[in-house]
């Protein structure tokens, strides 16, 4: 059978269609010259971020829902940065060729998933073709937590670092869809997972920014890039020992099998949407006490440090290495 | 010379060093998880739209200033359409190449010239590489009227039917883009300007929407396309009468000279950034002269019918056309 590519008309029908339910604070919904929002505060969180294919996903290892997932799951994240809530949400979709229905319907339906599970309709947006392959690119509003939103220049000297979570799962699941096995992906389901269906910590963000620490970001570029933002935007260093980054054991498994370092991945795999965060020693216990009441994991990571000590890796023997350049550069 | 191309680090601290400037209600700017901008009303309007090379721009017409100027006067257009206030946008841009210096400063350049000119300052956004060539997605957040947004849906039977300023140059200034001609070119300035740097028409949307317009909608996909969209949303038909459309001595003059008829132009070329509206009859005068106010050149197209009698072009001479599939369609 041939495959039959929608109208840009009745694309932008189906789309309506699909996002015609009602949302608290919704005043014009898609299918105008813009989305009106009523929000609960006239402070706004506002972030805009893109996932392309050929870059951040390729249409052999994702399904079209699994896109549609991830692009809003990346925005959901920094507003989560923040310690804020997620609101509402745009989408603008580039298609390489216009979808047929069933493809149209599986990109949003994952997009909605995601949104639905954050409470952050998708309010908006606009279609259009590209030279390229398919793009999505999510703009996330959301309100600030109410004693202020966290930034990543916070950190001061002798507070210590915590991260949510685990650390590498989304790099280890990337490394398994790589590898086009069928029995790695049925051996390492969750480390796939991690990688097609992140989850922004958007109630940890909450709990976090309530808790009073000093600076977040999320886990978006690998930790040692999204940490030395952190230092850097903060005029600091910082202490942190290899042997606390929290691994899984999943993750663990496969490193071995693939005689590969799963720390490696912890640090510069990205896309594990964690939040890394730095607070005052006196304050650290109720910050790891109100993560643990959401049944999150918290590991502590180091101290921050002046800014003449550089950023450093300490090892379990002790051998030290400069965190700066690891992670991730789209440009290189 | 070789090309010295930016790593991502390199093009975020310069883009944060141009965006470094205070606005009010910037409260988080360039640089952290995501923006923070207090809005003077907690309803917002939000709106995104994207363009990308090969699709709506082409790099040996387009200087990189011209691209980022368009890419915000475009979703700053869709703010004006509801009679709403930009108040400020994020880019998401993603490179075919990482940019030189000289071409960010440029494109980002174009970007903040718009941006000012509309009060509308740029607060955040991210930047990646593509697979294609360059695009620009730009989110714009602004406040409604206080007497309430303007939809595409509010149009009535009997109602007038207005635009602003003229239709079809930005198709006319393509037109001479894509003959590559640098006498056409030095002889339509005015029309190159129209396609490289429209100007959305924003203290003319606050004014219609402040003189109880009906419906309104910007033309972004020409006339023909936009008007029906308020038709099709109002549940209602139209009759334009075509030699009241608005074209300009030098879209006339190019035509002339090319053998192509100017209505043509105006009603399918689109990217033109006015805004059509209806209103009705008793209060078409305070419209007309709000418009004159502000030195903005208003026509009266025609009425807004019931829905059976269909979306109607009537020529000087009788002949009707029917306008629904006229306009451009991103997917044919």
Redesign the interface.
């Known amino acids: 059978m041939a495959r039959k590519?929608?109208?840009?008309?009745e694309?932008i029908e189906i789309i309506r269609e699909m996002l015609s339910g009602p949302a608290p604070g919704l005043?014009?919904g898609p299918?105008?010259?813009?989305?009106?929002?009523?929000?609960?505060?006239?402070?706004?969180?506002?972030?805009?971020?893109?996932i392309?294919?050929?870059?951040?996903f390729t249409l052999d290892a994702f399904d079209l829902s699994d896109v549609g997932w991830k692009a809003v799951a990346s925005s959901v994240s920094?507003?989560a940065?923040?310690g804020?809530e997620p609101a509402?949400a745009?989408?603008?979709a580039?298609?390489g060729q216009?979808p047929t229905e069933p493809e149209l319907r599986s990109l949003l339906g994952g997009a909605i998933e995601m949104s639905d599970q954050c409470h952050c309709p998708i309010?908006?947006?606009?279609?259009?073709?590209?030279?390229?392959?398919l793009?999505l690119?999510v703009?996330?509003?959301?309100t600030?937590c109410p004693s202020g939103?966290i930034?990543?220049?916070g950190a001061r000297e002798g507070d210590l670092i915590g991260v949510t979570g685990v650390l590498g799962d989304s790099a280890g699941g990337l490394y398994v869809l790589k590898s086009r096995s069928d029995g790695l992906r049925a051996a390492y389901p969750g480390l796939v997972e991690a990688h097609l269906r992140p989850r922004p910590r958007v109630s940890a963000g909450v709990a976090l920014a309530a808790a009073g620490v000093s600076a977040?970001?999320?886990v978006s570029d690998g930790l040692a890039r999204d940490l030395s933002n952190i230092c850097r935007?903060s005029k600091a260093g910082c202490e942190v020992h290899l042997e606390n980054v929290p691994v899984s054991d999943a993750l663990r498994e496969l490193a071995a099998e693939a005689l590969l370092d799963p720390v490696t991945w912890a640090l510069s795999g990205g896309e594990d949407y964690e939040l890394v965060f730095t607070a005052a020693p006196e304050g650290f216990e109720e910050v790891a006490g109100a993560l643990a009441a959401l049944g999150v994991h918290c590991s502590l990571l180091g101290t921050v440090t002046g800014p003449a000590s550089g950023m450093r890796l300490v090892s379990g023997d002790g051998e030290v290495t400069e965190m700066e350049g690891l992670g991730y550069?789209?440009?290189?």
Do not use: Q, W, Y
């Open positions: 590519a929608l109208t840009e008309f694309t005043v014009v299918g105008d010259d813009a989305a009106v929002f009523d929000f609960t505060t006239n402070s706004i969180i506002l972030t805009v971020d893109a392309h294919e050929g870059v951040h920094d507003v940065a923040m804020g509402c745009l989408i603008s580039a298609f216009p309010v908006g947006g606009d279609v259009c073709s590209s030279k390229a392959g793009s690119t703009t996330v509003a959301g600030p939103s930034l990543r220049s977040m970001a999320d935007a550069d789209h440009f290189l």
